[in-house]
Nanobody, 120 residues
Framework: QVQLVESGGGLVQAGGSLRLSCAAS????????VGWFRQAPGKERELVAT????????YMIDSVKGRFTISRDNAKNTVYLEMNSLKPEDTGVYYC?????????????WGQGTQVTVSS
C-alpha cells in the first residue's frame, strides 16, 4: 500500500493562502485516486476535494469552489491543495487519502494530517 505524508499546514490570517502537499511512497502513485479531507474540532471528517489517477477530473465541495485547487504531479508522487482566500471555517486537520478504487473506504491509505488554522 502507498504511504502518504502531508505537509504545508500552519497558522494564517483570514484571506491568506496555504499550499498543502501530500507526498506518496511505496507503490505506483499513479494508480491511486486521491482526496483531501478535513476535520474541524468537534466535527466529523469531511471530504474537501478529489482528483483522479491521471489528474484529469477533479471535484470540490461547494464551500471551497473558487478558492481551493487540487492538482497532482505523478512524476513527483505528490498531490497539492492550493488554498486561497482562507476563512476561519477552513480551520482543521487536513488529511490526504489514496485509493485504487472509487471509494475512500477501509482499504484506503491515509496520511497523519497537517493542521491548518485560520485566524479572524
Amino acid at each position: 500500500q502507498v504511504q502518504l505524508v502531508e505537509s504545508g499546514g500552519g497558522l494564517v490570517q483570514a484571506g491568506g493562502s496555504l499550499r498543502l502537499s501530500c507526498a506518496a511512497s511505496g507503490r505506483a502513485f499513479e494508480t491511486y485516486n486521491v482526496g483531501w479531507f478535513r476535520q474541524a474540532p468537534g466535527k466529523e471528517r469531511e471530504l474537501v476535494a478529489t482528483i483522479t489517477k491521471s489528474g484529469t477530473i477533479t471535484y470540490m465541495i461547494d464551500s471551497v469552489k473558487g478558492r481551493f485547487t487540487i492538482s497532482r504531479d505523478n512524476a513527483k508522487n505528490t498531490v497539492y491543495l492550493e488554498m486561497n482566500s482562507l476563512k476561519p471555517e477552513d480551520t482543521g486537520v487536513y488529511y490526504c487519502s489514496g485509493t485504487e478504487s472509487l471509494l475512500f473506504g477501509p482499504d484506503a491509505a491515509w496520511g497523519q494530517g497537517t493542521q491548518v488554522t485560520v485566524s479572524s
